[in-house]
T-cell receptor
Framework: EPEVTQTPSHQVTQMGQEVILRCVPI?????FYWYRQILGQKVEFLVS????????KSEIFDDQFSVERPDGSNFTLKIRSTKLEDSAMYFC?????????FGSGTQLSVL | QKEVEQNSGPLSVPEGAIASLNCTYS??????FFWYRQYSGKSPELIMS????GDKEDGRFTAQLNKASQYVSLLIRDSQPSDSATYLC?????????FGTGTSLTVIP
């Protein structure tokens, strides 16, 4: 069964460092998303991406965040200068339309 | 006002019973509605999507949407212990997606 793959599963970084979270969406899907979930809190939408550009982004997705689809398979989320409050589980999702199928997530810990 | 509201629970039902999960949303222009299941420490799994008023059934699950009341629900028939999880309601508006905080369901054997 096709699935969304995310790497790494855990990422520990120092405050102020850049991190790149990687995702391989399901191959025939056209819509890609990043979400985050702080421990014990709700899933929060960050950004949606379609046709090689951002289609929507939330207030959380400020200038410190960027997304890229550098080739035909990968979809990345970059956080330029991490803050303590960026610590969360980050989920990638892909779909043919709708919220999509989630990957297993990357747990980001900012120290 | 929160975009999507759910009772946090916990909701406990005996095995074999019907579990009823409810969700309200604030914005009338919301277009699409989704139910996800999330086991502790895992990612959300899509259970059902619903786009128009009425009921939609898939196996033991039935989603119900009432746009006039801004209400969407999920019924789980013949509940099983493996259904014990947190159920997330999600709403789409303009290709942005808003999740509720989830309802914790425990099915008691």
């Amino acid at each position: 069964e096709p699935e969304v793959t995310q790497t790494p599963s855990h990422q520990v970084t120092q405050m102020g460092q850049e991190v790149i979270l990687r995702c391989v969406p399901i191959s025939n899907h056209l819509y890609f998303y990043w979400y985050r979930q702080i421990l014990g809190q709700k899933v929060e939408f960050l950004v949606s991406f379609y046709n090689n550009e951002i289609s929507e982004k939330s207030e959380i997705f400020d200038d410190q965040f960027s997304v890229e689809r550098p080739d035909g398979s990968n979809f990345t989320l970059k956080i330029r200068s991490t803050k303590l409050e960026d610590s969360a589980m980050y989920f990638c999702a892909s779909s043919e339309g709708g919220t999509g199928f989630f990957g297993s997530g990357t747990q980001l810990s900012v120290l | 006002q929160k975009e999507v509201e759910q009772n946090s629970g916990p909701l406990s039902v005996p095995e074999g019973a019907i579990a009823s999960l409810n969700c309200t949303y604030s914005d009338r222009v919301s277009q699409s509605f989704f139910w996800y299941r999330q086991y502790s420490g895992k990612s959300p799994e899509l259970i059902m999507s619903i786009y128009s008023n009425g009921d939609k059934e898939d196996g033991r699950f039935t989603a119900q949407l009432n746009k006039a009341s801004q209400y969407v629900s999920l019924l789980i028939r013949d509940s099983q212990p493996s259904d014990s999880a947190t159920y997330l309601c999600a709403v789409e508006r303009g290709n942005q997606f808003y999740f509720g905080t989830g309802t914790s369901l425990t099915v008691i054997p």
